[in-house]
């Protein structure tokens, strides 16, 4: 299994923006599809997007379409997730992992990741 670290988060407003990194030393994320998924409080942990090696073609959850945005920097080893006009339902432990991945694009599902700490986003006044 590989394991991905992710940061970025804290404290957020009601409609600020946040953006999320993961990264990873074991594995080059270029030719790896990558998700983030998140787990509130007494809820399960759900996908939230994700982002495939086949020309970058994106996913997302009903809920974050139009206000997140998943994207990979290569030179970095990093797929990010810039989470804009947040919601208090977005607070949650937020995961990246690696997803499936096939022509049809990726699937918000583990495919091969330890499941790390998660970094917090709290979205509160």
């Known amino acids: 299994q590989v394991q991905l670290v992710e940061s970025g988060g804290g404290l957020v407003q009601p409609g600020g923006s946040t953006r999320l990194s993961c990264t990873t030393s074991?594995?080059?994320?270029?030719?790896?599809?990558v998700g983030w998924f998140r787990q509130a409080p007494g809820k399960q942990r759900e996908g939230v997007s994700c982002i495939s090696t086949r020309e970058g073609a994106t996913k997302y959850v009903d809920s974050v379409k139009g206000r997140f945005t998943i994207f990979r920097d290569n030179s970095k080893n990093t797929v990010y997730l810039q989470m804009n006009s947040l919601k208090p339902e977005d607070t949650a432990v937020y995961y990246c992992?690696?997803?499936?991945?096939?022509?049809?694009?990726?699937?918000?599902?583990?495919?091969?990741?330890?499941w790390g700490q998660g970094t917090q986003v709290t979205v509160s006044a």
């Open positions: 992992a690696t997803v499936p991945d096939s022509a049809s694009g990726c699937y918000l599902a583990n495919f091969d990741s330890a």
């Open positions: 074991g594995r080059s994320l270029a030719y790896t599809a």
